[in-house]
């Protein structure tokens, strides 16, 4: 059968399907709660009265009862979330953060905006932290981890604490893609010493921009929340049990809190449509010769908002991308040298030149930094090498046997025309 990348007939004409998911449940319960607001005419949390009764106050304790924890912080943006949690977990000039050299680029973005240099670890076949590498990169300036759980998978949080723990150091989890999401049974996010969401549209539940802080902690806490509003409004009606420092407004608005009270109750539900779609997309491609799947996909360890399958070669990659694409469902190859996608280390060019944003080097050339970071192609090439045999489909809650039976007709027909393995690395 002629590839349509080469003239014939496609697979899918129809669009495939949205690559949101949270956004697409958005309805009448959200227009209530968001009229209800206008209608008290009260947008700002910190008005006088009714602190504890405010939107935002109610959302935080669904976070914490939902997550599992004793506190919880809303804020504008996840990237907040990370910076506040950093300055909450005591990190600052002169300190190295691990992080994966894949993820989105505010979080080496918060661990340069806290003072911090970041250090960039391997992943592995899971898409997250090779904790054997991260264990490697601890140095006596490591002052904290953060684990992100990339594309709805989780970390391996047993080894990545046990390792944490072992030399005293304080983890981050950055759940902004696998909101929900579990680890042998434990919600993500209450692993760590400080959680991390982000509510940003294209996450599983959304408030178009915002985040979510949560710990157990309450001196993290209370850090976090001088950080996030240096007015220190909230204690007004909680003691103070750390010195107050100058702090950023990074505050949550009524109207976004409100949009989000409530969708933490259909989460459940909502991920085990998804994660139901997953086991069904990795059923629908059982066997296709030439591509593989790592044995953490379709676990519990996977929420299922991605589809990610692996060749041998990156020429092999880059054509599957193309030639699935052209068949109508969309397909990304995760890491192409000549893109510019920011979730793949190389591509973060303040952090490949080290730039601050007043002409200079900070925070690596200070004098309270004491160690030696460099960032190139040879950091992390085991990711790079893994990312460019990675191929891409987007998944959602949405998804029909009609369309896995259309994604499977496409990679079969993509998969057969596939150039051999001689062609690896482009050679």
């Keep these: 059968m002629k590839l349509a990348l080469y003239g014939g007939e496609?697979?899918?004409?129809?669009?495939?399907?949205?690559?949101?998911?949270?956004?697409?449940?958005?309805?009448?319960?959200?227009?209530?709660?968001?009229?209800r607001v206008l209608e008290k005419k009260r947008i700002f949390r910190y008005l006088p009265e009714g602190l504890e009764d405010s939107e935002t106050a109610q959302l935080e304790r669904e976070y914490a009862q939902f997550v599992g924890?004793?506190?919880?912080?809303?804020?504008?943006?996840?990237?907040?979330?990370?910076?506040?949690?950093?300055?909450?977990?005591?990190?600052?000039?002169?300190?190295?953060?691990?992080?994966?050299?894949?993820?989105?680029?505010t979080t080496a973005c918060a661990v340069v905006a806290v003072g911090a240099v970041p250090v960039l670890c391997e992943i592995d076949h899971s898409l997250t932290l090779d904790p054997e590498d991260?264990?490697?990169k601890i140095t006596p300036r490591t002052k904290a981890i953060i684990?992100?759980?990339?594309?709805?998978?989780?970390?391996?949080?047993?080894?990545?604490?046990?390792?944490?723990?072992?030399?005293?150091?304080?983890?981050?989890?950055?759940?902004?893609?696998?909101?929900?999401?579990?680890?042998?049974g434990k919600p993500l996010g209450s692993f760590g010493d400080v959680g991390c969401f982000s509510l940003q549209q294209s996450k599983v539940i959304t408030t178009g921009e915002?985040?979510?802080?949560?710990?157990?902690?309450?001196?993290?806490?209370?850090?976090?929340?001088?950080?996030?509003?240096?007015?220190?409004y909230q204690f007004r009606f909680t003691e103070r049990k750390v010195p107050a420092f100058a702090g950023q407004n990074y505050r949550l608005t009524e109207l976004q809190a409100a949009l989000s009270l409530g969708q933490i109750a259909k989460m459940p539900a909502l991920i085990q449509k998804i994660r139901d779609v997953k086991v069904r997309a990795l059923k629908a491609l059982e066997g296709q010769d030439g591509i593989h799947f790592s044995p953490a996909f379709g676990s519990e360890r996977d929420l299922g908002v991605s589809l990610v399958f692996y060749t041998e070669a990156h020429?092999?990659?880059?054509?599957?991308?193309?030639?699935?694409?052209?068949?109508?469902i969309p397909a990304q190859r995760i890491y192409d040298p000549a893109g510019k996608d920011q979730h793949v280390y190389v591509n973060w060019e303040f952090l490949m030149n080290k730039q601050d944003p007043w002409g200079g080097h900070f925070p690596w050339d200070q004098?309270?930094?004491?160690?030696?970071?460099?960032?190139?192609?040879?950091?992390?090439?085991?990711?790079?090498?893994?990312?460019?045999?990675?191929?891409?489909?987007?998944?959602?809650?949405?998804?029909?046997?009609?369309?896995?039976?259309?994604?499977?007709?496409?990679?079969?027909?993509?998969?057969?025309?596939?150039?051999?393995?001689?062609?690896?690395?482009?050679?």
Aim: aromatic fraction near 6%.
């Design 10 to 35: 496609p697979v899918r004409t129809r669009p495939w399907v949205s690559k949101f998911i949270g956004g697409e449940e958005l309805g009448q319960e959200e227009r209530e709660r968001v009229l």
């Design 69 to 105: 924890t004793k506190y919880a912080l809303a804020v504008n943006s996840g990237t907040s979330a990370l910076i506040c949690a950093l300055i909450g977990a005591g990190v600052g000039p002169g300190d190295e953060v691990i992080i994966p050299a894949y993820t989105w680029v």
């Design 134 to 136: 991260m264990a490697a």
């Design 147 to 184: 684990a992100v759980h990339m594309r709805g998978m989780s970390c391996d949080m047993e080894r990545i604490m046990a390792a944490a723990r072992l030399h005293n150091l304080k983890v981050i989890e950055d759940v902004a893609q696998a909101n929900g999401g579990s680890y042998k």
């Design 210 to 232: 915002g985040g979510m802080l949560v710990t157990d902690s309450e001196e993290i806490w209370q850090r976090a929340v001088i950080y996030h509003d240096g007015a220190m």
């Design 315 to 328: 020429e092999q990659a880059k054509f599957l991308e193309e030639a699935i694409t052209a068949e109508g």
């Design 367 to 427: 004098a309270f930094y004491q160690g030696s970071v460099e960032y190139g192609l040879e950091t992390c090439p085991r990711t790079l090498d893994l990312l460019a045999r990675a191929v891409q489909v987007r998944l959602n809650h949405l998804i029909t046997d009609e369309d896995l039976a259309d994604l499977r007709e496409a990679v079969a027909k993509a998969v057969a025309a596939m150039p051999a393995e001689e062609c690896r690395d482009g050679r």
